[in-house]
């Protein structure tokens, strides 16, 4: 489950007409051409309005009036437009107009370069930005080698106290959490966080936003209970700044939930879902498009509670107001497309699961190639097909998936791992232990240096190894991995989460197995007493 953050981009939203427009021979700007201008900014004021409001279809079309207003009076080369061909491009990253916003961005840039040099500091908002949309792309190391750019000339031209140098420094650490890079995510954002207390003190909005953001880091680091102190801290600071029906106090509250979902402490996390659900229709109106993605929380909890009509209709309800707002093509379509797929896959639906699947995958091959959601999308249709029993299609998907996660988040990406360990199941039905427990082994691995010693997804790593070690009739070798993998869930799950669950009754199976019958019975006994106490 993904935390969520406020966006990422750094847009420059000045007005258009701020910039010396073009005047007459005696110094006079021609009436026609002052009344035009006006009716530019006008335009760029309403699509701030439909942006901040999620309309960005409305948005986009102020804008382009906007631009071409400007263009009429100084051509479609002056320095003055440069901010409103950067808004442009951001919303129509915000539609997964990836072409475009590109396009819109390099002009932008050339005429940057051309007039004020790539060290101006409008360069680096837009180069900012630029990465921010490969990072929407998927093309991590190119948004990479952007941020570090941007950094490098804010370094270099900036004051130490600049706020672009935290949000560019805050944009790098979420790019880093996407990697799996969580180590070397947290410096970057405690940087962050000392730069805007020295910039703004420590109970400014911004600061809520990197506590957010270290609190992310951290519980990734399997350090929940400093992970939710800071969630809290953020929270406080923005209910006492910005009210406590404020959209970026919903986006605490569903990080919050997202915390206690992975406790196993399912009704804190629905309370925190709701009370975010609501400031967001509230403020927003109910197809804002952050409505979606609290949606798509929401339904992620029901999915695992195995709700399943409750996850259906939350996930379509996204979906809705995602292909209205987005339209039918944008990245975010295909992932509601994916978990809808996944709710009826695990019902068992497979005929009403694969289309979702296989319109998901379109979508992304064709609006984002490189984009690791395409890769999660083959996974799980990879699923859908070793379940129908068509296994060289399953094996074909999950080997694209594989190669797809290696390339974009190299050989040792956290999302690479379930691939694997899919991989080995599906090699572990047709008897090729061996290569079952190799895929296992390298998925264990990648999450042990990737993750702290106790973080409970090493523990299913464990248990995915041992059970191949158990269809293979290796006991013995089972044993010592399932009891570890029970360890780290007792020490980081509630006593009535299902994983701690399924642990006590894997590991009293395996000590059955192995003639240690009484130690099984006290398990089975543990086990009821937490369910019946």
């Not at 464990?462 to 044993?479: I, K, Q, Y």
């Not at 009891?483 to 799950?493: D, H, K, V, Y």
Request: with cysteine; net charge neutral; aromatic share 6%.
């Amino acid at each position: 489950m993904r935390f969520t953050r406020t966006s990422t981009a750094i847009l420059c939203l000045i007005s258009a007409c701020a910039a010396a427009p073009a005047q007459s021979p005696d110094g006079a700007m021609p009436d026609r051409h002052a009344e035009t201008l006006r009716l530019a900014d006008s335009l760029t004021g309403l699509g701030l309005v439909h942006r901040e409001q999620g309309r960005y279809k409305e948005a986009a079309a102020a804008y382009r009036r906007a631009l071409s207003l400007w263009e009429q009076v100084h051509g479609p080369e002056h320095a003055g437009m440069v901010e409103l061909l950067n808004n442009l491009a951001g919303v129509c990253r915000k539609l997964g107009n990836y072409p475009e916003a590109g396009q819109l961005y390099r002009k932008a840039l050339a005429i940057l370069k051309r007039t004020r040099g790539l060290e101006d500091p409008l360069a680096t908002v837009i180069l900012s930005n630029v990465a921010l949309l490969h990072f929407s792309e998927g093309r991590y190391a190119e948004a990479e080698a952007g941020y570090r750019q941007a950094l490098r000339i804010l370094e270099k031209t900036a004051g130490p106290q600049d706020p672009r140098l935290a949000a560019t420094l805050s944009n790098l650490g979420l790019l880093l959490i996407e990697n799996g890079r969580y180590a070397e995510a947290e410096p970057v954002y405690r940087r962050a966080l000392l730069l805007r207390k020295a910039i703004g003190g420590p109970d400014h909005p911004d600061i809520a936003q990197s506590l957010n953001d270290l609190a992310t880091v951290l519980y990734h680091r399997n350090r929940a209970a400093e992970a939710e102190e800071l969630f809290q801290r953020s929270l406080a600071i923005r209910e006492r700044a910005l009210g406590e029906h404020h959209p970026e106090v919903a986006i605490t509250l569903s990080n919050l939930a997202k915390l206690h979902v992975e406790r196993g402490d399912d009704e804190k996390a629905a309370a925190y879902l709701q009370r975010s659900l609501a400031i967001s229709e509230e403020i927003l109106g109910p197809e804002h498009i952050d409505v979606a993605a609290t949606l798509q929380t929401l339904g992620e909890l029901r999915l695992n509670q195995q709700d399943y009509r409750q996850a259906e209709l939350l996930y379509q309800r996204a979906l809705a107001i995602r292909e209205k707002v987005l339209g039918p093509e944008h990245v975010d379509v295909a992932t509601s497309l994916n978990m809808l797929g996944e709710v009826y896959r695990l019902q068992t639906r497979f005929v009403k699961a694969e289309p979702f699947f296989r319109r998901a995958v379109a979508i992304l091959e064709d609006s984002a190639p490189d984009h690791p959601a395409l890769a999660a999308v083959c996974s799980n249709l990879g699923e859908l097909y070793r379940a129908l029993g068509y296994y060289d299609k399953s094996k074909a998907l999950q080997q694209r998936s594989i190669g797809a996660f290696e390339r974009l988040l190299g050989p040792e990406g956290l999302d690479l791992t379930l691939t694997l360990e899919r991989l080995a199941d599906l090699e572990s039905d047709f008897g090729k232990h061996r290569q079952a427990q190799r895929l296992y082994e390298r998925a264990l691995a990648i999450k042990e240096k990737r993750l702290s010693a106790g973080h409970p997804a090493i523990a299913k790593s464990l248990t995915g190894l041992a059970s191949v070690h158990l269809r293979a009739g290796r006991h013995s070798r089972a044993e010592p991995l399932l009891g570890r993998a029970l360890a780290i869930f007792e020490a980081a799950r509630g006593p009535q989460h299902r994983d701690l669950t399924v642990a006590l009754e894997n590991y009293a199976f395996v000590l059955r197995k192995v003639e240690r019958e009484a130690e099984a019975d006290a398990l089975v006994e543990r086990t009821r007493k937490a369910f019946n106490p």
